[in-house]
């Protein structure tokens, strides 16, 4: 990763000791966000988001299938993340498996919610079409293309983008089906369905350096961490989910004021991303 | 295989907090009864054995209800990648179920991330600088899945690592909680965790009063966070007096 030396170091902590970061920004600032949005044309939504160097697409893909036996009123969403080797060349091959099932199963938790369903972004209910027998699979899968810090947060962003760019085809039922027979469906190519994405929550990352807590942090700063908390939050202040990174133990006390912290910083975000996500929609639907 | 004969088995049930919630009844199927008999606080009897695996550096069993797990410390060894010096020690962890652990065979292998999470949990507690150029392997092995999994295999493997004289800064406690419908659960099995809205699992040094691993699933509302670690702090702290009691007990017996 980054080596740094030992004068680099206290420079990156004295400065975040007295609320000024390498680039000139604050601890709790965020890098500027750039989202585009329907870059990949065969998917049926995609994103791409670049947060300073740190640039992720997410793609959102739908297949029929068939609901779990367990909730056959519920259609199943399976979220994976890939790290490409443009982004770092440890990532060839199985190097950057560790890391994508780390941000896979995070983005999982945050977003999906609880195994009973509750709790989740995206309502899975949503999803189906004929209970018990015919359902949406959606695939959606993050692409990391170059990492300057701050992939989680990166990535949820992304999606978050993505599904707001979705449109599932309309699927019309033949009527007469019969105990176990599949029912045929017609999928139609012209109407399609949008996803309500203001229940998606939003992550946000804190990272502990010294006795301050610092937002975005990039990849120099990230390997200066002793501990961080990805935090997900949705639009009415409750966790989705919480994942402590870093090794180094915390006071609980301090847990409960990042998650306060957390709180008051991904207000903001929400608000800046739907702005930039209409904003990059409406682009598209010009060009 | 459970405790000897006559013996209490050691339970580490937080207390209950001053102001204890009346039971909401709903009318719906939110009024959980535990399965097992037990209250919404109470956890399962622990019950931990060191020396499980004479050929290892290290190694304990353990044996929540039917969670059953077997971990063996090998190290320090030298570390295969010679050619990456590091003045600081190295921990590999590996979690794996065997096919019968699962009531449909061969479902263990949906935790592949629990390996990592056991990594982030140790980590914390390891004294890394006191076996530079060297590997610990931590190797955990799920007999029985009976619900609770992972915080049964790090409080296993922080008591393996302390049979074999890895130093540490403090022995790793863990507990989950689920939270279904308005209730929280501690120490839930394996059918409450498929019913979960949520779940909580914390690792923490008990003498410390330092949390190693956190993660929250499903939405939690502030209050409930409080409470749910709360519970957590608590049961920690008694399951780390468990910990350390069969230390003694492993000790003592080997002395004489």
């Known amino acids: ?73 519920k259609g199943k969403i399976a979220i994976y993340v890939d790290c490409s080797p443009t982004a770092a ?15 896979s199963v995070a983005l999982q938790r945050c977003l999906l919610g609880g195994k009973s369903g509750s709790g989740s972004g995206i309502d899975p209910s949503s999803l189906v079409i004929v209970e018990g027998k015919v359902c949406w699979d959606l695939y959606i899968d993050g692409l990391v293309i170059s990492s300057d810090g701050n992939l989680l947060d990166a990535l949820g962003a992304a999606i978050k983008a993505a599904l707001s760019n979705t449109g599932i085809p309309k699927v019309n039922v033949a009527s007469e089906t019969s105990g176990d027979e599949q029912p045929e469906v017609n999928i139609s190519d012209e109407e399609f369905l949008q996803f309500d994405t203001s229940g998606i929550p939003v992550i946000v990352t804190l990272t502990k350096v010294g006795r301050h807590y610092i937002v975005d942090a990039t990849s120099e700063e990230e390997s200066q961490i002793s501990s961080a908390i990805s935090i997900s939050i949705n639009r009415k202040g409750h966790i989705c989910g919480l994942t402590k990174r870093g090794g180094a133990g915390l006071d609980p006390s301090i847990i409960l004021d990042m998650i306060s912290v957390a709180k008051h910083v991904s207000e903001q975000l929400i608000n800046k991303l739907d702005s930039e996500i209409a904003a990059a929609e409406a682009n598209e639907e010009e060009s | 295989m459970a405790a000897k004969p006559g013996s209490a088995p050691t339970t580490y049930s937080p207390s209950l907090t001053q102001k204890t919630r009346p039971p909401i009844f709903k009318g719906n199927d939110l009024d959980w009864v535990r399965p097992d008999g037990r209250g919404f606080h109470q956890c399962r009897p622990a019950f931990f054995r060191t020396g499980a695996v004479n050929s290892a550096s290290g190694s304990a069993y353990a044996e929540f209800g039917n969670t059953k797990v077997i971990v063996s410390v090998f190290g320090p060894r030298e570390s295969k990648k010679a050619m990456m010096y590091s003045d600081i020690g190295r921990l590999n962890c590996n979690v794996s179920y065997t096919t019968f652990a699962t009531p449909v065979r ?35 092995l799920v007999l029985e899945s009976g619900g609770s999994d992972l915080p049964v295999v790090i409080s296993c493997a922080s008591l393996a690592l302390a049979d074999a004289g890895i130093m540490m800064y403090d022995l790793v406690a863990a507990v989950s909680v689920s939270c279904l419908g308005k209730n929280l659960v501690i120490d839930p099995i394996l059918e409450e965790e498929s019913y979960q809205d949520g779940s909580l699992m914390l690792t923490c040094m008990p003498s410390r009063y330092e949390v190693t691993q956190l993660i929250f699933t499903g939405e939690w509302s502030t209050p409930d966070i409080n409470e749910a670690m709360q519970l957590c702090l608590d049961a920690c702290g008694k399951l780390g007096k468990v910990m350390r009691s069969c230390l003694k007990e492993a000790t003592s017996a080997s002395q004489e």
């Open chain 1, 1 to 73: 990763m980054v080596g740094l030396s030992v004068g680099e170091k206290h420079f990156i902590q004295g400065g975040i000791a007295q609320d000024l970061r390498s680039d000139g920004r604050k601890r709790l600032t965020y890098r500027p966000i750039y989202v585009e949005t329907g870059v990949i044309p065969q998917a049926h939504g995609s994103a791409r988001i670049r947060l300073g160097a740190t640039d992720v697409i997410a793609s959102v893909k739908a297949e029929l299938g068939k609901p779990s036996a367990l909730q056959p009123d």
């Open chain 1, 89 to 103: 060349p440890m990532f060839e091959g199985r190097g950057g498996e560790e890391l994508s099932t780390e941000l």
């Open chain 2, 106 to 140: 061969g479902q263990g292998s949906d935790h592949k991330e629990f390996s990592s999470m056991l990594h982030k949990a140790l980590e914390g507690a390891i004294m890394l600088e006191t076996f530079p150029k060297t590997t610990v392997d931590v190797f955990a």
